[in-house]
Structures are given as structure tokens and as C-alpha cells.
């Protein structure tokens, strides 16, 4: 099935550096999505993407979709403590995928002040 | 507008019996996907009901199955529960068909077999 590598697994930063992470796929997805979750909650839809090449931000936030559609990035500039949790890239395939996303392992961001 | 809401959000149960967990999906979204979250093998995809009608499935057991009602609340169920079913059970709901496919989650319901 599809698997999504998701790079780094943890990152501890200073307040104030930009971060990067970004996830690669050994298959072709129409659809990347970044999520944060914290602890207890659910996952929140930070970005979306529908195009290959596709560069969008959200505030701080930038996300890209590969122009292979096989992978996606995330970078997080300037960061701050509220920016702790764990980060995950979503993609999802064609056809008759529907509502099946499916998930890379995680990036857990620590933020010291 | 509210967001998805999950009940309940914490379970203990025992070995071999059974339990159902219900989502309530946004306003207006007709989708709702499930999603089982554990430690070792993170988020995966359990399935997914739009109009009342599974369109997907993912790779587990007949023992857990669900089901959508006509306004688009869902149930999952899960029989003869195991201590593997520990997990953070998390449903997300999409108001788009096939084309895009922004799933928006619920807060979970933590399931805990003993």
C-alpha cells in the first residue's frame, strides 16, 4: 500500500528559527495536507494543497506540493512556543480513494524560549 | 459553526466486548472518514461513509465496522475488542465529494482495553 516517509521525527529549536520538514511518498497523491495536533486534540488542518508545484502559505506557514506529486514540504518561519506539537503530512491518491487519507509517522517541534 | 464533535471521549472497556463510539460531523459535510491512532503505527485510515454508503475501507478486521445515518452522523463499532484496539479512535468530516478532500477531525475518543 502507500506509505508516506515523514523526515525529521523530532526537532528541538530555538524560539525564533525557522523549521523545515517535508514528507516523500512511493506513490503519486492528488492532494497533500498538513495537520498539527497537540496533545489530547485532534489533528488541525494547517495547509492544503490540489497541484503539483503549488506553493501556498498560511501566516508563518509555507507548504509546497512536489512537482513529482510524490512528495510536499512544510516550513515554519520565525517559530514560537505555541508552535510545539506534533506535525503531520496527509496525502491522498486518486481514483477511488475518497475520503482515505493517508498519514506520515509525525514531526514532534519543540520551541525552547 | 461548530466542529466535529465525538462522544464519548474516553472508554475503558475489557477484553471481548464490544463498543460503539459516534461522531457528529460539521453542518453540511456529508463525509466522514475514521482514523485509529496509536503509538507504533500512527494514523491509519479505518474507513469511510458519504450518503450513507461505505465508499472505502482500510485494512482491518471485520470486527470493526460503522455505519452513517441520514443527516450524516456516524457510528463505528468495534466487537470483541482486543488490547491491541487501545487507540485514540478519531473521526473528520469533508463537505467535498472526490475532487478536493479537506477533512476537518474531531477531538477523539481514547479507548483503553483492559
Known amino acids: 500500500g502507500q506509505q508516506l516517509n515523514q523526515s525529521p521525527q523530532s526537532m528541538f529549536i530555538q524560539e525564533g528559527e525557522d523549521v523545515s520538514m517535508n514528507c516523500t511518498s512511493s506513490?503519486?497523491?492528488?492532494?497533500w495536507l498538513w495537520y498539527k495536533q497537540e496533545p489530547g486534540e485532534g489533528p488541525v488542518l494547517l495547509i492544503a494543497l490540489y497541484k503539483a508545484g503549488e506553493l501556498t502559505s498560511n501566516g508563518r506557514l509555507t507548504a509546497q506540493f512536489g512537482i513529482t506529486r510524490k512528495d510536499s514540504f512544510l516550513n515554519i518561519s520565525a517559530s514560537i512556543p505555541s508552535d510545539v506539537g506534533i506535525y503531520f503530512c496527509a496525502g491522498r491518491g486518486g481514483g477511488t480513494s475518497y475520503g482515505k487519507l493517508t498519514f506520515g509517522q509525525g514531526t514532534i517541534l519543540t520551541v525552547h524560549p | 459553526k461548530a466542529g466535529v464533535t465525538q462522544t464519548p471521549r474516553y472508554l475503558i472497556k475489557t477484553r471481548g466486548q464490544q463498543v460503539t463510539l459516534s461522531c457528529s460531523p460539521i453542518?453540511?459535510?456529508?463525509?466522514v472518514s475514521w482514523y485509529q491512532q496509536t503509538p507504533g503505527q500512527g494514523l491509519q485510515f479505518l474507513f469511510e461513509?458519504?450518503?450513507?454508503?461505505?465508499?472505502n475501507k482500510g485494512n482491518f478486521p471485520g470486527r470493526f465496522s460503522g455505519r452513517q445515518f441520514s443527516n450524516s452522523r456516524s457510528e463505528m463499532n468495534v466487537s470483541t475488542l482486543e488490547l491491541g484496539d487501545s487507540a485514540l479512535y478519531l473521526c473528520a468530516s469533508s463537505s467535498k465529494q472526490v475532487a478536493y478532500n479537506e477533512q476537518f477531525f474531531g477531538p477523539g475518543t481514547r479507548l483503553t482495553v483492559l
Open positions: 506513490s503519486i497523491f492528488n492532494t
Open positions: 461513509y458519504f450518503s450513507e454508503t461505505q465508499r
Open positions: 453542518s453540511g459535510h456529508r463525509s
